[in-house]
């Protein structure tokens, strides 16, 4: 079972009236009970003797903590994002970007006009 508990705030700031800026963060921790286990064997050995199965395990660190922030530029389709994970055996962050043209607006500029 896992539950991840998490809150975010932000705010928007408008530079004008169609322009405006949202900043937000959030955190959380995630709590869970659940570790990874893999079973397999090497294909090359199969016929060999002595081929015993090869067990991997991974724990999974709880409480993991949760943590991000970012900012999107309403009405032009941009945002920033930097988000992170981390626990008592490892860490993981995460930064991306994003850019995006809505296919509507573009569509309102051009087609959909009738012509006589």
């Not at 032009?76 to 860490?91: C, H, L, P, V, Y």
């Amino acid at each position: 079972m896992q539950a991840t508990p998490a809150l975010e705030t932000g705010t928007n700031i408008a530079f004008s009236e169609i322009a405006s800026v949202r900043l937000y963060g959030k955190a959380g921790v995630a709590f869970s009970d659940k570790g990874r286990e893999i079973e397999g064997r090497f294909a090359a050995a199969e016929n060999l003797p002595g081929n015993l199965a090869l067990h991997l395990t991974d724990a999974t660190d709880s409480p993991l903590y949760r943590v991000g922030a970012g900012l999107e530029l309403n009405g032009t389709g941009m945002s920033a994002r930097d988000n992170g994970a981390f626990g008592e055996n490892g860490q993981n962050r995460m930064q991306s970007a994003r850019l995006s043209s809505s296919v509507s607006r573009l569509a309102r500029g051009g087609a959909g006009r009738e012509r006589s």
